[in-house]
């Protein structure tokens, strides 16, 4: 019996080496920056061998750790029909991508990487999620201070954004992102070691100060915008009666932000350093439009236009040299791999998950609760102006199926104990049927 505990103990010891070891991986941090000391943030970073053999690795012990769900996995992946279709959209897109091979290899991957989500998921409930991704930005958050200020030739740009910090990061945007998402992981964690409290408050300390140093302005405006919504998170533990009237109000008050934001776009932007194109976003949207109206139902396939048509389009906005296969908008490089059908999917699923996340709020009445609803609005709201939706090997499309999964999971579990429905008749908790 001591024997099997043993095992046991040891198990979980090196599946959580395993998680914490493969979403630091995920993050993008350190190996691209020693890859890339010039700054040449715009030039596509190839895959050497040192990163493939890391991918194998991580892809051939997650296969071993699955197992050990594989019925949980065949459960959530019936339960998410919208997630699901998603998948087989990216294997079917094979068929109209001008590169099948390069889509169908592609596709598997991100099938590959979803699988360790929904892994993630299954394994771990939401607090637990929060306490792994707490570990992993801590780390990161290390690694950038002794990035910028022990070896400054990697951790400061010194091209483009001269003297803008991008840590063990390729770039200052990325790098900002997450550091705004490492703060407020920091802020939902509740300590239960004194470890976690020094993590915790050192973090909260040193994550803000990399944000500023990153000058990332699309950073600043989320970071802020976290912190504005965060308070208004609370409305969703209150009872039905009364969060109606509440939910009336927010989104009025929202509305009539939104509103003075549009009026007044041109002063905030000159404010904030940024002019109308908001950095050379605006034309590059309207040529990928253009070309998306050539296609619109089902996009070009899984990396099926940049890798065909990106030289076209930097060439034609002046910018022969850039390599960058994105479009700074995860929305708009969703549609141009899946299209229309792809993106309308991801936001119907995506509504469903918000929802899941409000219910859970008003179920749990706890702040470690409210941490999915923020991440995934930042998720979100970071997709404007960047791209990292269905990225293959993105830790923000890990963290977006890994809380729908884990978000369902615990909503079907308070729904299996007797007591919850009388202890919360009076929120919104009959309302979970209808997303499971």
């Known amino acids: 019996m001591t024997t099997h505990i043993k095992e046991h103990n040891w198990f979980l010891f090196l599946e959580r080496v395993f998680v914490i070891s493969a979403l630091f991986f995920f993050l993008g941090a350190v190996l691209p920056v020693l890859e890339n000391p010039n700054d040449s943030a715009g030039i596509a970073v190839q895959t050497d061998p040192m990163v493939l053999f890391?991918?194998?690795?991580?892809?051939?012990?997650?296969?071993?750790?699955?197992?050990?769900?594989?019925?949980?996995?065949?459960?959530?992946?019936?339960?998410?029909?919208?997630?699901?279709?998603?998948?087989?959209?990216?294997?079917?897109?094979?068929?109209?991508?001008?590169?099948?091979?390069?889509?169908?290899?592609r596709a598997l991957s991100l099938i590959i990487v979803t699988m360790f989500a929904l892994y993630l998921g299954i394994r771990y409930t939401p607090p637990e999620i929060l306490r792994l991704f707490a570990y992993v930005?801590?780390?990161?958050?290390?690694?950038?201070?002794?990035?910028?200020?022990?070896?400054?030739?990697?951790?400061?740009?010194?091209?483009?954004?001269?003297?803008?910090?991008?840590?063990?990061?390729?770039?200052?945007?990325?790098?900002?992102?997450?550091?705004?998402?490492?703060?407020?992981?920091?802020?939902?964690?509740?300590?239960?070691?004194?470890?976690?409290?020094?993590?915790?408050?050192?973090?909260?300390?040193?994550?803000?100060?990399?944000?500023?140093?990153?000058?990332?302005?699309?950073?600043?405006?989320?970071?802020?915008?976290?912190?504005?919504l965060m308070p208004s998170l609370k409305a969703?533990?209150?009872?039905?009666?009364?969060?109606?009237?509440?939910?009336?109000?927010?989104?009025?008050?929202?509305?009539?932000?939104?509103?003075?934001?549009?009026?007044?776009?041109?002063?905030?932007?000159?404010?904030?350093?940024?002019?109308?194109?908001?950095?050379?976003?605006?034309?590059?949207?309207?040529?990928?439009?253009?070309?998306?109206?050539?296609?619109?139902?089902?996009?070009?396939?899984?990396?099926?236009?940049?890798?065909?048509?990106?030289?076209?389009?930097?060439?034609?906005?002046?910018?022969?040299?850039?390599?960058?296969?994105?479009?700074?908008?995860g929305y708009l490089d969703l549609s141009l791999e899946l299209g229309a059908l792809g993106l309308v999917v991801f936001?119907?699923?995506?509504?469903?998950?918000?929802?899941?996340?409000?219910?859970?709020?008003?179920?749990?009445?706890t702040r470690e609760a409210e941490w999915p609803f923020l991440l995934i609005v930042l998720i979100l709201g970071f997709n404007c102006f960047e791209s990292d939706l269905l990225h293959q090997n993105g830790i923000l499309w890990i963290t977006y199926v890994a809380l729908a999964v884990s978000t369902q999971r615990a909503l079907r579990h308070r729904l299996d104990q007797p007591s919850t429905l009388k202890l919360h008749m009076s929120t919104p908790v009959e309302s979970v049927a209808c997303v499971q």
């Open 54 to 105: 890391i991918q194998l690795a991580i892809y051939l012990f997650g296969l071993m750790f699955l197992f050990t769900v594989r019925r949980g996995v065949a459960r959530a992946l019936l339960t998410n029909p919208l997630l699901s279709l998603i998948l087989v959209l990216a294997v079917a897109s094979t068929a109209w991508s001008p590169v099948p091979d390069l889509t169908l290899r």
């Open 137 to 228: 930005l801590f780390l990161a958050v290390l690694l950038n201070v002794i990035f910028v200020f022990l070896i400054p030739s990697y951790g400061v740009e010194s091209q483009a954004n001269n003297g803008a910090w991008r840590g063990a990061f390729l770039q200052k945007n990325i790098f900002a992102r997450y550091m705004v998402i490492a703060a407020v992981t920091f802020i939902y964690l509740k300590p239960q070691s004194s470890k976690e409290l020094g993590i915790k408050v050192s973090g909260l300390v040193l994550a803000p100060i990399l944000v500023i140093g990153s000058i990332s302005v699309g950073s600043y405006v989320m970071a802020a915008f976290a912190m504005l």
């Open 236 to 329: 969703f533990r209150l009872p039905i009666k009364r969060l109606l009237p509440v939910g009336i109000a927010l989104t009025i008050l929202t509305t009539g932000v939104l509103i003075l934001v549009r009026l007044n776009a041109h002063m905030l932007l000159s404010l904030l350093g940024r002019s109308a194109n908001l950095t050379g976003r605006v034309p590059l949207w309207h040529i990928l439009l253009k070309r998306l109206s050539y296609a619109p139902v089902l996009g070009y396939g899984v990396n099926g236009f940049w890798s065909t048509q990106g030289t076209d389009v930097w060439t034609s906005l002046n910018l022969p040299h850039m390599m960058a296969a994105h479009a700074h908008n």
């Open 347 to 365: 936001l119907v699923n995506t509504v469903l998950v918000l929802w899941r996340c409000m219910v859970l709020i008003a179920t749990e009445r």
